[in-house]
């Protein structure tokens, strides 16, 4: 491996790279753009405990409330219950339907019919083939 890193460090210092002016400008530009952009964003300070517990009770107060509203029962002389059971009583009723069995099911019967009579086909040829083998 000797002649193998010797040929690598005389190709290597053979090697002659040398960049414009005009290319060196635009790549510390490209860099010093990127830096700006990636600008470290401020340190937030971490809210206080009292943050919390405030947030926590008014959750707590907000729940209770909306509770209270959805339970809360009027006392009153029933007229909503009347004025529902007088709307279903009032709809009109479904008028009645003669239905005769749909003709499209003959198709589907003959399809279904040669079916099994592919699958009778299939069993007998195979058990023909395994009565053969055997």
């Known amino acids: 491996m000797d002649t193998f890193e010797q040929r690598l460090r005389d190709d290597g210092a053979l090697i002659r790279a040398e960049v414009s002016a005009e290319l060196d400008a635009r790549i510390r530009a490209s860099?010093?753009?990127?830096?700006?952009?990636?600008?470290?964003?401020?340190?937030r300070s971490r809210p206080s405990a009292w943050w919390w517990w405030a947030s926590s009770l008014s959750g707590l107060a907000?729940?209770?409330a909306l509770l209270a509203i959805l339970n809360f029962e009027t006392t009153?002389?029933?007229?909503?219950?009347?004025?529902?059971a007088a709307?279903?009583?009032?709809?009109?009723?479904?008028?009645?339907?003669?239905?005769?069995?749909?003709?499209l099911t003959a198709p589907l019967e003959q399809e279904l019919d040669d079916l099994e009579s592919d699958l009778r086909k299939a069993r007998d040829a195979v058990s023909e083939d395994?009565?053969?083998q055997f």
């Not at 860099?31 to 340190?43: G, I, M, Q, T």
């Not at 009153?76 to 529902?84: F, L």
């Not at 709307?87 to 003709?103: I, N």
Request: proline share 11%.
């Open 130 to 132: 395994l009565g053969l």
């Open 62 to 64: 907000a729940a209770f």
């Open 76 to 84: 009153g002389t029933g007229q909503d219950e009347r004025r529902v």
């Open 87 to 103: 709307a279903v009583t009032e709809s009109p009723t479904m008028p009645l339907l003669r239905v005769e069995p749909a003709v």
């Open 31 to 43: 860099l010093e753009a990127a830096a700006a952009e990636s600008a470290p964003a401020p340190v």
